[in-house]
């Protein structure tokens, strides 16, 4: 076992590594013909994301933060975007359960939109980018997240489009059908979870108020909201 000196900064290294044997272990699963849900499920298969926010909050930590890791992130999400342009020409769309999407496109995904990340965090308060990302059209889908991540892949699974059905239509025209009604549901039922569910379940946090304390005003109002 190794332990830090203390003051020292923790290293990104170690999550790359844990990254780089996700992807490993996804090929592995793929060329032994392994079920693409599992692949596309397990948790074990799917910690690129998690290695690469690690990364990120590693290198944040640094002498040079954001400066640092700008330049990088510009080169690694223009290849990501390469990446995913490349896997929809040859699959006619990007495809779940091709093997672009099971084995590196994964990880893709983990870089690019880390890569976006930090971008967003670099950004300044009247950039584009900024102006874009606090569109209120976005907050709402950010308001319902946690019900999305919960009932997109039970919905995506409902609807998967069977081989042989819709045919003359473009693989790609039946991926962006698939992909809108995924969308259209997922909300439409997380819209109800968090107006049956999530939000008054919020509101007995109420109840277990230390009143001796005076609680914080932002959690105030987002709980009212």
């Known amino acids: 076992r190794f332990r830090r000196p203390p003051g020292s900064l923790p290293s990104p290294y170690p999550p790359s590594f844990r990254s780089v044997g996700r992807l490993r272990l996804r090929t592995i699963l793929f060329l032994n013909d392994a079920p693409w849900v599992s692949i596309y499920i397990m948790t074990i298969t799917r910690m690129d994301d998690l290695a690469v926010g690690a990364g990120i909050a590693c290198l944040l930590r640094g002498t040079n933060g954001l400066k640092s890791i700008l330049p990088v992130a510009r080169g690694v999400g223009g290849l990501c ?34 890569s976006v990340l930090v971008g967003v965090l670099s950004a300044r308060a009247e950039s584009l980018s900024t102006r874009v990302l606090s569109n209120s059209i976005l907050r709402i889908f950010g308001k319902y997240s946690y019900a999305l991540y919960v009932v997109h892949l039970p919905i995506v699974i409902l609807l998967m489009v069977p081989n042989g059905a819709h045919a003359g239509w473009p693989r790609t025209a039946v991926y962006f059908w698939h992909l809108g009604m995924t969308i259209g549901l ?20 109420r109840r277990f108020v230390d009143h001796r304390t005076t609680p914080d005003p932002r959690l105030e109002a987002a709980s009212a909201s």
């Open 81 to 114: 975007v390469i990446y995913v342009l490349t896997s929809m020409v040859m699959t006619g769309g990007f495809l779940l359960r091709s093997d672009w999407t099971l084995t590196v496109g994964f990880s893709v995904a983990s870089l690019g939109f880390g």
């Open 186 to 205: 997922s909300f439409v039922v997380a819209f109800i979870s968090w107006h049956v569910l999530e939000h008054p379940f919020q509101k007995l946090k």
